[in-house]
């Protein structure tokens, strides 16, 4: 859209009221715009296309830090520079000039998080923003960020690997996202080729007698009502279907579907899907009363759901009977998945069972498949020794 006014002003820029992230384009100077944030924050943009390429839409400064009539002359020189295939902007120009991290990240928030993820999802991003990227960087205009303070962020985190890891993918997210809007130039992204640190990937699985003694835990924690007997349900229902903590908790009587032995999940981490249910699972559903006016199968009160945190003291009780440590709610999915592979279930078909959307999230029990393969090969070498034992 043009302004009301004949060509970009002091006054024009600084009288801009908008709800949300909005390019205003000048009446005069074809390609030069200003971009205007909720925030109160202004930058001055050029729009341009070189000869067979596709139009650039770059920041040519800050309102307040340049003039709207020095950011005319400079939009005027790098439209120039564009159209003739050149490099619109010297180096010297690009950093103080544009968008800081903060003003970035907000603006990911609102058109792109809040609009395509998940609540869940949307927590987590919040968090890494105000924990961890937004005190050291926000402030930084991010042309200003180098791959070097990327890095410093990054050192800085080591004691929690997976919070460093995961913070440099969301100042990467928060790039790319500025990229694709035209806010920042493209490839000068740097968080890329920062070396994220390696993953100590937990892989604990339930042996044959820890699940004896967890199921007689779980009986012994029910018939003493030790903990409530939903959240027996829970873990019970969690142990023959492998499925996510949240999709047992979240699940509603109307995705149960007992006389096809089906759980329809509307909406997991992968999307819909239908997990089958075995006989057992079918009774441990048919056991649970239901709750009037509360249409969750794990109820919590006033008709809402258990919180995932619900299952942490009855946790602990099952594990102290059990006599197991260093076990979580999620190594049960972990289980359900190696007790597959000891059955001779194919990677493919275990993806499938847990959801997966990637093949590489299963291939991490790949190992357990060859461990499978190598008893398998006992057993059969065995059986063989035994009927030419008299001929050998």
Request: glycine residues 6%; aromatic residues 6%; positive net charge.
């Amino acid at each position: 859209m043009k302004l009301k006014t004949k060509k970009i002003s002091r006054r024009t820029v600084e009288a801009l009221k908008v709800d949300r992230d909005t390019v205003f384009w000048d009446s005069e100077l074809s390609g030069f715009g200003v971009r205007a944030y909720p925030s109160g924050s202004r930058y001055y943009v050029v729009q341009a296309r070189a000869p067979g390429e596709s139009a650039r839409r770059l920041t040519v400064g800050r309102h307040g830090v340049i003039t709207a009539d020095e950011a005319r002359r400079r939009a005027a020189h790098m439209i120039s520079r564009i159209k003739a295939g050149e490099d619109p902007a010297p180096e010297a120009e690009r950093h103080s000039d544009s968008p800081t991290i903060g003003e970035l990240a907000r603006t990911w928030m609102e058109q792109d998080v809040e609009t395509h993820c998940k609540p869940k999802t949307q927590v987590m991003y919040r968090s890494v923003l105000k924990l961890h990227l937004l005190p050291k960087l926000g402030r930084k205009p991010a042309l200003a960020v180098d791959r070097d303070q990327v890095m410093n962020l990054h050192y800085s985190l080591r004691a929690k690997p997976v919070t460093a890891n995961y913070a440099v993918r969301v100042l990467s997210r928060i790039w790319t996202a500025a990229e694709d809007r035209g806010d920042l130039p493209e490839g000068r992204n740097p968080c890329r080729h920062v070396v994220h640190f390696r993953k100590r990937r937990r892989e604990r699985f339930l042996s044959e007698a820890e699940y004896e003694r967890f199921g007689e835990a779980l009986s012994d924690a029910e018939a003493g009502k030790m903990v409530s007997g939903y959240a027996i349900a829970a873990i019970r229902l969690l142990l023959l279907t492998g499925c996510r903590k949240n999709e047992i908790l979240s699940l509603k009587w109307r995705h149960v579907d007992l006389e096809a032995g089906e759980l329809n999940l509307p909406d997991t981490k992968t999307g819909a899907r239908t997990v089958v249910l075995s006989p057992e699972a079918v009774a441990v559903l048919s056991g649970i009363p239901k709750v009037d006016g509360n249409p969750y199968v794990i109820p919590g009160r006033n008709g809402t759901r258990r919180s995932e945190s619900t299952l942490n003291r009855p946790w602990k009780v099952i594990l102290d009977l059990a006599d197991l440590e260093d076990f979580r709610i999620h190594d049960l999915r972990h289980s359900f998945a190696s007790r597959a592979l000891a059955l001779g279930e194919s990677l493919p078909a275990i993806g499938r069972l847990l959801g997966h959307a990637r093949v590489e999230t299963t291939a991490r029990y790949a190992h357990l498949a060859g461990d499978a393969v190598h008893e398998a090969a006992i057993r059969v070498s065995d059986s063989i020794a035994e009927d030419i034992l008299g001929i050998i």
